[in-house]
Structure formats: C-alpha cells, structure tokens
C-alpha cells in the first residue's frame, strides 16, 4: 500500500498488518521515503522521529492510492490578450498552488513575431508571460523561477536590461541558456514558474 502524505504534522503513527510506504513531500521540493513494517498491535508504531517542529508541508490533503495522483487538478490557463499558442499546448497549467508557464516568444496578440530588435523582443515576450499569469489569478511578483533561451548569446546584456526593468527590485531565480535555435525563428524565449 502506498500513503502520500502532504499536510503539517509533527508525529504519524499506524496500527496495521501490512508495509507501507510513506512518501513525504516538503514544500513540494524534497521528498522523503520511508518504509514501514506495521505490525498488528494495540500499540500503533510511530515514526515521529522522521519529523520535527520545523517541518513545512506543501498542502493540506492525505492519498492513499496505488497511482500516487497529483493532488489537486490541472487547471488550463488561456488568453486572449497573449500570443496564441501554436503548437498543442497550453499557455499555462496551474496545479498544487503553482502556475508553469510555458516559453513565450516574442510574438504580439495578432501573431507578429518581433525578430529585428532584440530589446523589443525580450519586452514582448515578458509581457506575454504577465498577461498569462494575469489571467491565472497570478502576477509578476509570483514568479519565482525563469528560464531564459537565446539563440545568441551576446544578447544577453541587451536582454538584462530590459529583464531588470520589466521585474523592477522583484528577482526570481533564473537560467539562461544560449540554444542552437527557436520556433519560427524566434531569437528569444522565456519561461516562468509562479505561486497561483
């Protein structure tokens, strides 16, 4: 039997004739196995040891499943004030209180890619990106991890000042990664990740 485990708590304890396997998820970035042989007693075995006063759990909901589900359901984020996606997918997924942001070129609501200006293109595609979590219930200020791919490189400094101004004293963890090439022949595209 499998036991997903994501609620605040300082001590667990079972009483049965079977193992399970306990998965703890802290703040949705680290997650804990453990395996207990529970056996039959008036006596419950408890494992608070694994725990502590300190330990911050992601959400407030209990699984015992086979199929370890997510534990609330997607929800599809769309707009029409943003560039519309045009490949299947969907401009942003919330689940589990976060909004995935899918990479925004830079292409206007009308579906005009900027490609001649690359501060201008950076500014479109970050504003593509608010506009969606906008529609989600998020803002900007939520975001707390962006991806940044260029196909060159020494667009970076151009791309940092616009990128600084866009997000104002709010910095997000971030990567930029310099890649080979882009859709339609984009020379920019970001990625967020934001609480809902």
């Known amino acids: 039997m499998f036991l997903h485990i994501n609620f605040p708590l300082t001590a667990l304890s079972f009483t049965a004739s079977r193992r399970y396997l306990v998965k703890l998820e802290f703040a949705g970035l680290r997650r804990l196995y453990w395996r207990v042989n529970a056996k039959t007693s008036s006596q419950p075995r408890k494992i608070s040891s694994i725990f ?4 911050i759990l992601s959400s407030h909901r209990l ?3 086979t199929t370890n589900p997510m534990s609330s359901a997607l929800r599809v984020i769309s707009t029409a004030s943003s560039a519309a996606p045009r490949a299947p997918y969907s401009q942003a997924i919330a689940v589990n209180g976060f909004i995935y942001c899918s ?3 830079p292409m206007t609501p009308d579906g005009n890619l900027i490609i ?9 595609s970050l504003t593509n990106l608010k506009l969606v979590l906008e529609a989600g219930g998020s803002s900007i200020e939520k975001i707390f991890k962006v991806n940044v791919y260029l196909v060159d490189m020494a667009d970076f400094a151009a791309v940092n000042e616009v990128y600084s101004e866009f997000f104002g004293t709010h910095r997000p963890a971030r990567t930029c990664i310099a890649i080979k090439q882009l859709p339609l022949g984009a020379h920019i595209e ?3 990740i934001a609480l809902e």
């Open 52 to 55: 502590n006063s300190q330990t």
């Open 63 to 65: 699984f015992s499943t």
């Open 103 to 105: 990479g925004q070129i």
């Open 116 to 124: 001649d200006d690359i501060k201008a293109g950076a500014l479109q």
């Open 190 to 192: 970001i990625e967020c």
